[in-house]
């Protein structure tokens, strides 16, 4: 079995549970997406909701990526990390007139606009600055993803975006909303996304409504098509950076830009997922009636993925390389959902061995609850335990 290299003689005097980011796999993964997206001019807005922890986001902003924000919290931090505004998009379905006042005190780069009421909310607040907000409409382009249905966002059935139904309805609102500019349109069908063609289905549909504007003479200097773009959790190892080569020559190939129009992306999971794993400790090995359970310190409150959606994450023991045996791998909250794996192959485990739980950089961290009156999981880069 291949493991991946961890500092583990540093994480002996570290307190488990925590994260721990290997900012030589970021710095790859993000050295890749901004030579791939420099090809064709291609804007990358990095989706905070993956992973907000300022040392991630400073290499982030530092890899000159913009920010895709879906909270006044999320602008926030954007810009506490020295993400400049007009890098910064804010979407989201139920925006606060805080938040929408944040994003127009900064003077944002753009609203993703989700509804009709949103659109007149913020021509209102937009108003009584005397500002002029840009939006792109989001529009639900009713393409499914093929990923798990928690994470399906671009079906009719969804709460998200503007229905293409409602698409007239909102041209002829636009022009007596005297605080709004329509820049653009925007898109996200779903996130964890392996298979390309959904992608492709992505820009056939792009393209068609591309010429529903062109028919009523309206010009959108720019398209969003969200993020999505799946991880390998099975192989971290072989896999340790997404083929975004392959995932931005489907736009380049399928959807029509236009000369003057500028394609953005909001990744997430593909530019933070594989450089993190939660580190925790083995508390007990427990013989049950009928298996053998691996009780880790770490529990769904660090973690949440694999009790909220089935999500499977590589599990290894750095401390062991004793014969392979089978675990139910689970955590010390009071609820049998707190359940990271079950019948897992792992190198014989004994207490205080150390676990790592791969690929946990997006969606882990920041998902994590005090449930319990647990303590929030804290996390160690690379650099820092280099040093
Ligand atoms: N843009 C919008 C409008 C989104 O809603 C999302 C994710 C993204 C971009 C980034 O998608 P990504 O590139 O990360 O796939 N907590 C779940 C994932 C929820 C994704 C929500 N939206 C998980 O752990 O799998």
Known sequence: MLKASYPTDKFRNIPTPFYYYDMDVLRTTLHEITQQAAKSDFHVHYAMKANANPSILKEIRMAGLGADCVSGGEIQAAIDAGITSDKI?????????????????????????????????????????????????????????????????????????????????????????????????????????????????????VNEIQEYFFSRHIMLKHINVGGGLGVNYEHPNHFPVPDFE?????????????????????????????CGSLIARVLYVKQGATKQFAILDAGFTDLIRPTLYQAYHRIENLSSDEEEELYDVVGPICESSDTFAKACTLNKAHRGDLIALRSAGAYGE??????????????????????
């Open 366 to 387: 920041i998902m994590a609850s005090q449930y319990n009156l647990r303590k929030l999981p804290k996390s160690y880069t690379s650099d820092e335990l280099q040093r």
């Open 246 to 274: 392959a995932y931005f020559k489907v736009f380049r190939q399928h959807l029509h830009l236009q000369p003057q129009q500028t394609l953005h992306f909001e990744l997430g999971r593909s530019v933070v997922a594989q």
């Open 89 to 205: 998009v804010f979407a989201g379905v139920g925006k606060a007139d805080w938040e929408i006042n944040l994003a127009l005190d900064h003077n944002i780069f753009c609203f993703n606009v989700e509804s009709v009421p949103e659109l007149e909310v913020i021509n209102n607040l937009a108003g009584r600055k005397n500002k002029t907000a840009q939006v792109a409409l989001r529009i639900n382009p009713n393409v499914n993803a093929h990923t798990h249905h928690y994470i399906t966002t671009g079906l009719n059935e969804n709460k998200f975006g503007i229905n293409m139904n409602e698409l007239d309805t909102v041209i002829e609102l636009l022009p007596s909303l005297e605080h709004i500019t329509l820049i653009g349109i925007h898109f996200h069908i779903g996130s964890q996304i392996t298979d390309m063609t959904s992608f492709q289905s992505l820009c056939v549909r």
